[in-house]
């Protein structure tokens, strides 16, 4: 039971999450990015609207996960976000 129980709390505690915020976090980037992408499909029909939304999207969606990450490491990441090798208990 114990590994059905860490498969779902072992990356969310990994980044200073529980499940439900990780799967929160998780939801809003990925709702951002279908949006954004919704963005590029019109923009490569009518390439005068959306001229940067797509790229100004993942950008900012890079700089709040990286700044996630120095905020909250705790587990397996350093402060960059950079994982950290456990070794074995």
Avoid: N, W
Avoid at 26 to 47: D, V
Avoid at 75 to 81: I, V
């Amino acid at each position: 039971m114990r590994k059905l129980s860490a498969a779902f709390t072992d990356h969310p505690a990994s980044v200073g999450e529980s499940y439900g915020q990780h799967m929160g976090v998780a939801f809003s980037f990925g709702g951002r990015m279908i949006l954004a992408g919704f963005a590029c499909l019109l923009h490569g029909l009518l390439p005068f609207l959306f001229v940067k939304t797509g790229s100004g999207v993942i950008s900012r969606l890079h700089d709040e996960m990286v700044s996630h990450r120095r905020r909250g490491a705790v587990g397996g990441r350093a402060a960059g976000g950079a994982m950290v090798e456990r070794q074995p208990t």
